[in-house]
């Protein structure tokens, strides 16, 4: 996942967190970035990722050269760890839209 794509939802979701307190959100001095954007664009980094490391573990299991296991193993293990946090993301974002969904106007 791109840590600035990371960033940025963060900041979105402690604004929608603040106007759902009924709070005013900090201005910020960031350019608007278009939230589906970034949503579409980490899902397709995760599954890069997951692509990439499935590639490198049947290329190992074929026996090609210059594929070992070390890399086998790490490229699997970041596969695993973005899917992770896309998941928990995911998670965050539910629970964001459900407390909104919830306050009363």
Do not use: C, W
Request: aromatic share 4%; glycine share 4%.
């Amino acid at each position: 996942m791109a840590l600035q794509g990371v960033d940025q939802l963060l900041g979105e979701l402690r604004a929608a967190s603040a106007l759902a307190a009924g709070k005013a959100p900090a201005p910020q001095e960031t350019p608007q970035v278009d939230f589906a954007n970034v949503l579409k664009s980490t899902i397709e980094q995760v599954n890069a990722a997951q692509q990439t490391s499935q590639e490198m573990q049947q290329q190992f299991e074929l026996g090609e050269e210059g594929v070992n296991l070390q890399d086998v193993m790490v490229s699997l293990q970041k596969a695993s760890l973005s899917f992770q946090t896309m998941v928990q993301a995911r998670n965050k974002l539910v629970s964001a839209y459900q407390e909104i969904m919830n306050t009363q106007v």
